[in-house]
């Protein structure tokens, strides 16, 4: 599902930046909606608010996660029109196939660790492959 959704969002991002003809603007307007929905649903179900000082005593790279996704939305905005949502999107994913490996080899941010092999890489490569003929005119 969050494949299908990410890539219908970048379309619906694309023409957002057509609407008011600004890629920033654009992805401003993105993630307010996302934030305001995100507060209703917090609010309406009751979920727990952590308190000042539990926000204070987190670590500062976790709260990158929206500086990523807001440079990911932003980069998506400007390069889908230019060239098109399948090249965009092959090239999203073997990136992220092959950071994946990276972290999963290290097992960094949490993730358990899994060692690399010839195998895994090469899927990924094939999937490099397959992003270069994708995008290949």
Same mark, same amino acid.
């Given at each position: 599902?969050?494949?299908?959704?990410?890539?219908?969002?970048?379309? #619906?991002?694309?023409?957002?930046?057509?609407?008011?003809?600004?890629?920033?603007?654009?992805?401003?307007?993105?993630?307010?909606?996302?934030?305001?929905?995100?507060?209703?649903?917090?609010?309406?179900?009751?979920?727990?608010?952590?308190?000042?000082?539990?926000?204070?005593?987190?670590?500062?790279?976790?709260?990158?996660? !929206?500086?990523?996704?807001?440079?990911? #939305?932003? #980069?998506?905005?400007?390069?889908?029109?230019?060239?098109?949502?399948?090249?965009?999107?092959?090239?999203?994913?073997?990136?992220?196939?092959?950071?994946?490996?990276?972290?999963?080899?290290?097992?960094?941010?949490?993730?358990?660790?899994?060692?690399?092999?010839?195998?895994?890489?090469?899927?990924?490569?094939?999937?490099? #492959? !397959?992003?270069?003929?994708?995008?290949?005119?």
């Amino acid at each position: 599902m969050a494949g299908l959704t990410i890539t219908t969002q970048a379309g #619906v991002n694309s023409q957002l930046k057509v609407a008011v003809d600004n890629p920033w603007v654009a992805a401003f307007i993105s993630f307010l909606v996302g934030t305001v929905f995100l507060g209703l649903f917090i609010l309406a179900t009751r979920q727990p608010i952590p308190t000042v000082t539990q926000l204070r005593g987190i670590e500062l790279y976790k709260y990158s996660g !929206g500086l990523l996704g807001a440079f990911f #939305v932003t #980069v998506i905005i400007f390069s889908v029109q230019r060239i098109g949502s399948a090249n965009v999107f092959a090239l999203v994913i073997a990136g992220q196939l092959f950071m994946a490996l990276l972290y999963d080899h290290f097992g960094l941010f949490g993730f358990k660790q899994a060692d690399i092999n010839w195998v895994k890489i090469l899927g990924v490569l094939l999937l490099i #492959v !397959g992003a270069y003929l994708i995008n290949k005119k």
